[in-house]
Structure formats: structure tokens, C-alpha cells
């Protein structure tokens, strides 16, 4: 059974950074696109990032675009987001998610993710 085990959330200020890690295990990540959503207090949850098995394509959404960068060890099973220059409005529970796809043209389509992990809380405060 696949579990996705997402950690470094917490609570910064506005401006700092923040590294996200989500490790996999029960399951072979390494030829499915993986994806980070995210969901803010009152919102619905959002795709923000994903990537294709090996690494090579990168997809992010215009609002967060050049302040996350989406990464991935495939020999420890694990994916990452990177978090700069963090603001208030990025506030939210911050999830990893596998895909069904392993086509790297769709890694970026967040209707194709189909399993999510418990989520990890970041906090930004201005």
C-alpha cells in the first residue's frame, strides 16, 4: 500500500523559505509523475507543481512561478518543493501526490493525481 509521508511545514516569516519533502514508500515512485497541491484555510485544493519520472520536465502554476521549484530523488523515493521568498497568501496545508501517469505530457494536469499524502502545514506571517 503506497503512503506518502510529507514533512518540512512550519511557521516563518514572510520572505523566508521553506523546503517540503515527501517520501514515498510501499510504492515505486520512480515512473510516475509527482505533484504537490496545496489547500489554503476556506479554499479548495490546488495543483501547484508537478514533474514528470525522471525529473526532466518541471510544471507550476503562473501565481507561484519563479518562488517554488519542484524536485525528485527517485533512488530515495522521494520529492521535494522548494519555497522562496514566502508570502501570507501561501498559507495553507501543502500536500504530495502521485499520479497515474508516467507520460511526462501530462504530469502537469492535477485531475490525473489520484492518491494524496496527509499534508504538511505551512504558516507564513507578515
Known amino acids: 500500500q503506497v503512503q506518502l509521508v510529507e514533512s518540512g511545514g512550519g511557521s516563518v516569516q514572510a520572505g523566508g523559505s521553506l523546503r517540503l519533502s515527501c517520501a514515498a514508500s510501499?510504492?515505486?515512485?520512480?515512473?510516475?509523475?509527482m505533484g504537490w497541491f496545496r489547500q489554503a484555510p476556506g479554499k479548495e485544493r490546488e495543483g501547484v507543481a508537478g514533474i514528470s519520472s525522471g525529473g526532466g520536465v518541471t510544471y507550476v502554476i503562473d501565481s507561484v512561478q519563479g518562488r517554488f521549484t519542484i524536485s525528485r530523488d527517485n533512488a530515495k523515493n522521494t520529492v521535494y518543493l522548494q519555497i522562496d521568498s514566502l508570502k501570507p497568501e501561501d498559507t495553507a496545508i501543502y500536500y504530495c501526490?502521485?499520479?497515474?501517469?508516467?507520460?511526462?505530457?501530462?504530469?502537469?494536469?492535477?485531475?490525473?493525481?489520484?492518491?494524496w499524502g496527509q499534508g504538511t502545514q505551512v504558516t507564513v506571517s507578515s
Open positions: 501526490a502521485v499520479s497515474d501517469d508516467n507520460d511526462s505530457a501530462y504530469c502537469g494536469t492535477w485531475a490525473r493525481y489520484t492518491y
Open positions: 510501499g510504492y515505486t515512485i520512480s515512473n510516475r509523475c
